[in-house]
């Protein structure tokens, strides 16, 4: 029984034979692994589950090993494309359903899985949490000549959230779920898991909290908080120790690339040059920094919007899943249209503008044009060349933050574009629900049917269904009165309050349904929490977001706990959140 460091490669070879301790100059990943408790693992498929085991405490699982294959992305096969972004501790994996599965999603063997794990990481208490499986990370990299056979161990994830998404096989779609992971820090380890851990886990005989001794720090610290101190628990980068220069020369000339940035062709380079450090280890200050002090035209008093509406755009596109760059004339036909509609009424229609200019910015770049004609760009020289464009990469890693990208939205709109109509803004750029903190979630869909004098309609609706003894339980625990104001609002048998959910239900936000994601309001503010008119600060003030001022202290009750990382996260949809900045500050509960 060995151990796992991150960035070690080792053999994975049809012969399971544990005894061999090398095949073919590699660590044997069979022998690392041998144990006298657990079956024998198996990095056949992409998602490998460990069998559970019925220990004190519960049935757990001990680990599921997730292998990714880069040489197979695209594929028939495997026609996703994950990503891992290991310095930023996010990863992005793809579930096992395929176009010819005839199954419905979510039940083959790897999602089913996945799904379960899901619902382990995001139990409400340390008890739950300790018997969570942790998800071990591979990549499958060449070695000796060939792409099979060789995994490089990648650390250790927890799920952040999931999706069920829409991709497309063999010409037609079919749907799959989608998981982004947090990947956490080791570094107290030298960057290494021991294997007596996932045994430990597997024994039948030791408690949840005796299968913790050998357990990673930053796991132990989520076992014990939870999600709300992932933003300080994720791996972050290269470095200086033992753990991060392992790798031999031959090792790094001959690796597989996991998420290669795009290059441009040779005969071109970057338009040009950024400041040194422009986005290198950038900060969420350093970001939200540069989006409210981009140098923009001013005509008649008034901002332009072709910087900020593009940016948004490339914002879009981080949310959805999809490269925030893009070839010039995608870029020129989208964020053309987006300039026409909600452009300045008297401004003209140039994406070429935004498209070149923002790089001054340091949030943006260009690859694909010729220095020499770099001082001398136009339209026409874009759509011959048709460049790529789009948000640097290290701001883009940032704004797969949720929280992140909240912020980031809120302050481009507050900065340059409050005047818009905002529901119809975001709904164009596909960023619908996050100019409130309810998401979008509830919607009706009418047809006229029967024209007679009074028309009638048929509506087919579709509502989140929200679990009405949670809100009932709230509204008792606090006789009815408002959190903000203490209003406790008569009816003619009784008292009313309303239930708010901090972090929405619905898109984007995928809140919760539970206790600490509620707040017992009176219906006005209830209105001015949903719209982002006013937010809890982390000291528990409640605050009016346009500019600042104290209203007062949230109440609260010793038997309702209210996530921080709830009311972090409605912070950030109202451009208000201060945490997380540089070094995440530790996560603590709202209460007495």
């Known amino acids: 029984m060995g151990s796992l460091r991150v960035g070690d490669v080792f053999r994975s070879a049809r012969s399971k034979d544990p005894s061999v301790a090398r095949i073919d100059g590699y660590p044997n990943i069979h022998h690392v692994t041998a144990s006298t408790v657990l079956a024998q693992i198996q990095l056949s498929k992409g998602i490998n589950p460990i069998a559970k085991a019925n220990a004190v405490g519960g049935r757990r699982r001990p680990a599921v090993l997730i292998r990714s294959s880069p040489w197979k992305a695209g594929t028939a096969e495997t026609p996703w494309h994950d990503v891992f972004d290991l310095d930023n501790g996010y990863v992005r994996y793809f579930g096992d359903h395929r176009v010819d599965h005839t199954v419905p999603v979510g039940t083959t063997q790897g999602n089913a899985v996945l799904l379960e794990a899901l619902r382990e990481h995001r139990t409400a208490t340390p008890e739950e949490r300790a018997l969570a499986v942790p998800l071990l990370l591979f990549a499958a990299v060449s070695r000796n000549g060939t792409p099979k056979g060789y995994v490089e161990f990648c650390g250790v994830?927890?799920?952040?959230?999931?999706?069920?998404?829409?991709?497309?096989?063999?010409?037609?779609?079919?749907?799959?779920?989608?998981?982004?992971?947090?990947?956490?820090?080791?570094?107290?380890?030298?960057?290494?898991?021991?294997?007596?851990?996932?045994?430990?886990?597997?024994?039948?005989?030791?408690?949840?909290?005796?299968?913790?001794?050998?357990?990673?720090?930053?796991w132990r610290r989520w076992v014990e908080r939870g999600h709300a101190v992932l933003p300080e628990l994720r791996r972050r980068g290269m470095r200086g120790g033992k753990g991060s220069s392992r790798r031999s020369e031959d090792d790094n000339r001959s690796s597989t690339a996991l998420f290669p940035a795009p290059r441009p062709p040779e005969d071109s380079a970057p338009a040009?040059?950024?400041?040194?450090?422009?986005?290198?280890?950038?900060?969420?200050?350093?970001?939200?920094?540069?989006?409210?002090?981009?140098k923009v035209h001013r005509r008649n008093g008034r901002q332009s919007r072709h910087k900020p509406l593009a940016l948004l755009w490339g914002i879009s596109r981080v949310a959805t899943g999809?490269?925030?760059?893009?070839?010039?004339?995608?870029?020129?036909?989208?964020?053309?249209?987006?300039?026409?509609?909600?452009?300045?009424?008297?401004?003209?229609?140039?994406?070429?503008?935004p498209f070149w200019h923002l790089q001054t910015s340091n949030l943006w770049d260009v690859h694909g044009v010729p220095p020499e004609q770099a001082t001398k760009v136009h339209a026409a020289t874009f759509d011959r060349l048709n460049p790529e464009g789009g948000i640097v990469r290290q701001a883009e890693r940032l704004l797969r933050d949720p929280c992140v990208r909240s912020e980031a939205i809120a302050v481009l709109r507050e900065t340059y574009l409050a005047d818009i109509d905002q529901h119809a803004l975001m709904e164009r750029l596909g960023l619908a629900g996050y100019e409130r903190a309810g998401g979008v979630g509830d919607f009706t869909d009418d047809q006229v049917t029967e024209a007679v004098p009074t028309t009638r309609r048929t509506v087919a609706s579709s509502r989140i269904v929200r679990d009405s003894d949670v809100a009932a339980k709230a509204k008792k625990l606090h006789g009815d009165r408002c959190q903000v104001c203490g209003l406790q609002l008569p009816t003619r048998f009784g008292t009313y309050s309303e239930a708010a959910h901090i972090r929405g239900l619905g898109r984007p936000h995928n809140g919760p349904d539970e206790l600490s994601n509620l707040l017992v309001l009176c219906p006005n503010h209830h209105v001015q929490f949903d719209t982002l008119a006013i937010y809890v600060d982390p000291d528990g003030s409640v605050r009016m977001t346009a500019d600042g001022s104290r209203m007062g202290e949230l109440r609260q009750h010793s038997a309702h706990r209210i996530s921080a990382a709830h009311l972090r996260y409605h912070r950030a949809l109202c451009g208000r959140d201060t945490t997380g900045r540089d070094l995440a500050p530790p996560d603590r509960e709202h209460g007495p």
């Open 272 to 294: 040009r040059s950024a400041p040194t450090g422009s986005s290198e280890n950038m900060t969420v200050s350093m970001l939200m920094d540069r989006l409210r002090s981009l």
């Open 157 to 218: 994830a927890v799920i952040e959230n999931a999706e069920r998404i829409e991709q497309e096989g063999q010409g037609r779609p079919f749907p799959n779920y989608r998981y982004d992971l947090s990947v956490l820090d080791l570094t107290a380890e030298d960057d290494q898991i021991d294997w007596a851990w996932i045994e430990d886990r597997g024994s039948p005989e030791l408690s949840p909290a005796a299968a913790l001794t050998h357990a990673p720090r930053s």
């Open 322 to 353: 999809k490269s925030s760059r893009a070839p010039w004339r995608q870029f020129r036909d989208e964020v053309g249209e987006l300039l026409a509609e909600f452009g300045l009424p008297d401004s003209s229609v140039t994406p070429e503008y």
